[in-house]
């Protein structure tokens, strides 16, 4: 049977960045150079530029009172440049011991205004905080950096009716602006009644700053207890891409939640909403708003196409990675593209489009047409991840064909000199419509646990347990893990290949449901999974990390033997038969911080393409459609130099209607 080969390679420079990320730490994930990060807080769009807060700690990689907001802005929403802390706590004033979370609206006279809630720490031996309502605006609102904010005096709200017993009251988010049919602002805070459901606080003004009245709430839930952090848009069944046409069809209301506490993940609902109100009764709901074990508290913002885009916490796994070993702790996931499936009863994500301008090097398996096989138990090498493969980008569809379940096998980085780096897989069973990540790198566990379903989590209510309740927990889960039972996250699918959305090349809706597509981002410790459902997964596998701060790196370890494998990426099925593999790519990924790409760009000076008739005009393809998307986005980065590797795939025999890659084989290909 014939195979694929890469026969030649040719280079060239051209106007663009290559930045060299740190190894094994988020590049292309939202997070300070050091210290604690958790809620992304008021993303706005102003003067051409998009600011993104966040709750930060900047002297310590756990949580602590005194949180400022944290700040980065950015052109595109792809590359971002890190700025001073815009809030910081002020003595004596009602956020002293720390800046919570919160939103920026732009007023009516175009001053962008911060409303969040301020804290003061109860008196020993009380717990918890007195939060305030609070609103900052910029001492320069024509600085288009908008670096400095002054707190304005006071609080912008009135507290709750005395006779509601409130079990929090935080968060502040617009619901609306005036509009020629509505001249009030009406805004809503995090709540919970105590002892009765979860709740969201309506406010409405026709001021911004002042003059705010209490509606009520704007729904009611007994499912959890608290509500944080609650954000609403609207969606649309339109075409997300900022290229498509805009042909509306459906337009919902999602309205997503995080209850109670960080160790249950967010929810969301689709509905109708009007004048301070929900319908939470007819709403479809609560669906997890991602499958993954991480994220809490996300923020939404508007971007000058018109789109929602989504921003989360990813949290750490305690049990894989104490807080406070490291430098640094937690990030945000990569920005997400919503809108409505096309019967209006789901919503779908998808990475950032923009996003695939930081891919830097096209190292891709490719079928160009022809279906590959997947041999069952028998892992095949993604060519080119080794030296890549913690900051990845990674498009794989797969076909049913006679298999159960396939599996991408992230085996750690053994070499990292840090004991305790471990791998992991991304498993996908079609006969449950189960996808899941594995904390386990063996082939027998993983088929045996793929086939398994995962049940929904449980929601943990408040009050939340005690610090060493939590490590108990903790040390629960590493025996049952040491037992033989890893650690699962993941869900069901929808109808996998009913609703594809707008990335790859596969027509999934007409392949049917025995195809599945995944996006699968890989940054340091932190992976995101994008479905051909429309789902997202994220989670945290740590293949190996800096060393914590007290520890002494001696060199290589071993992790379960292996070493052989070390940082490498795999693709293998399980079942009676081979699955088809019909498209795969692997692309390395630069860093989006504009400071990190102007120190660590690479200005390499590269020998002519080899000449040959095949290698020349691919290479003059894929200049040109380089120098084209650097023409289109010439304000995203500083000039540098880009180095492209052009990996030409020829055949070398005639090939079968389907070759079957071996663990030997690889392929490494340019579009």
């Known amino acids: 049977m014939a195979s694929l080969t890469a026969v030649s390679t040719a280079s060239m420079a051209v106007a663009r960045s290559v930045a060299k990320p740190k190894t094994l730490r988020p590049a292309f994930h939202m997070a300070p150079r050091s210290g604690w990060i958790n809620d992304p807080n008021g993303p706005v769009y102003h003067n051409g530029q ?85 609103v900052a605006i910029p001492t320069d609102p024509s600085d288009p ?51 009765k459901t979860a709740t969201a606080l309506v406010y409405r ?41 805009n042909n509306s069809h459906l337009q919902r209301h999602m309205f997503c939640v995080s209850p109670d506490y960080c160790v249950n993940m967010a929810q969301y609902y689709l509905g109708d909403y009007a004048e301070g109100k929900f319908d939470l009764e007819n709403a479809a709901g609560p669906q997890p708003l991602d499958l993954g074990d991480v994220l809490y508290a996300p923020n939404v913002l508007t971007d000058k196409h018109g789109r929602s885009v989504l921003w989360g916490w990813m949290q750490e796994r305690p ?75 990674m498009e794989i569809t797969v076909s049913k064909g006679d298999a159960d379940s396939f599996a991408v096998v992230l085996h750690p980085f053994v070499e990292a000199g840090v004991a305790g780096a471990a791998g992991a897989a991304i498993t996908y069973c079609w006969k449950t419509n189960t996808l899941q990540v594995i904390s386990s790198t063996d082939l027998a566990t993983l088929e045996r646990f793929a086939a398994v379903p995962i049940a929904r989590p449980v929601l943990k209510h408040l009050p939340a347990p005690a610090a060493d309740e939590m490590e108990a927990a903790r040390h629960a889960e590493m025996e049952a893990v040491a037992a033989g039972t890893p650690l699962r996250c993941g869900g069901q699918l929808r109808v996998a290949g009913a609703v594809k959305p707008y990335s790859g090349a596969v027509n999934l809706a007409a392949a049917g449901d025995s195809v599945v597509s995944l996006r699968v981002l890989i940054d340091g410790s932190c992976v995101e999974v994008f479905t051909c459902s429309g789902q997202a997964l994220g989670t945290r596998v740590y293949r190996g990390d800096e060393a914590p701060l007290d520890a002494e790196v001696s060199g290589p370890v071993s992790c379960n033997g292996a070493a052989a494998y070390s940082g490498q990426i795999q693709l293998v099925s399980f079942g009676a038969g081979p699955a088809l593999l019909l498209d795969a790519s692997a692309y390395a990924m630069s860093s989006m911080w504009v400071q990190e790409q102007q120190q660590e760009a690479a200005v390499v ?39 492209v590797d052009v990996a030409m795939a020829q055949v070398a025999g005639p090939l079968s209607p389907i070759a079957v890659l071996s663990p030997s084989a690889t392929v490494k290909a340019a579009a």
């Open 50 to 134: 998009y600011h993104m807060f966040y709750q930060h700690v900047p002297d310590s990689s756990e949580w602590q009172w005194g949180l400022v907001w944290g700040h980065a802005k950015s052109q595109d929403l792809v590359n971002w440049e890190h700025l001073p802390p815009a809030l910081v706590p002020e003595a004596n004033t009602p956020d002293r011991d720390g800046c919570f979370s919160g939103c920026t609206a732009v007023d009516i006279d175009g001053t962008p205004t911060m409303l969040y809630t301020g804290v003061v720490r109860k008196p020993e031996p009380q717990h918890g905080a007195f939060e305030h309502q609070l």
């Open 319 to 393: 049990a894989l990675r104490p807080a406070g070993k490291y430098d640094s702790s937690c990030c945000l996931c990569v920005p997400r593209v919503l809108y409505l499936s096309p019967d209006g009863q789901a919503m779908l994500q998808e990475p950032l489009p923009e996003l695939k301008l930081l891919r830097q090097q096209h190292t891709a398996w490719t079928t160009e047409g022809i279906p590959l096989s997947l041999l069952p138990g028998s892992p095949v090498d993604i060519a080119g991840t080794v030296s890549g493969s913690s900051h990845m980008d």
């Open 145 to 195: 950096d908008l670096k400095v904010w002054k707190q304005l005096p006071g609080t912008f709200l009135p507290a709750p009716p005395a006779d509601m017993d409130v079990t929090g009251w935080r968060d502040p988010f617009v619901l609306e602006k005036p509009s020629e049919i509505n001249p009030y602002w009406y805004v809503m805070v995090g709540s919970g009644i105590e002892h």
């Open 605 to 643: 000076v590269l020998p002519q393409p080899a000449a040959t008739a095949v290698t020349t005009a691919a290479a003059e393809v894929l200049q040109g459609l380089i120098v084209a998307e650097a023409a289109a986005s010439a304000a995203m980065l500083p000039v540098t130099q880009l180095t």
């Open 205 to 245: 003004s026709k001021n911004l700053r002042t003059g705010w009245e209490f509606v009520g709430p704007l729904c009611e839930s007994n499912i959890s207890t608290m509500w944080e952090c609650p954000i609403m848009a609207k969606l649309t069944s339109a075409n997300p891409h900022p290229a498509a046409s």
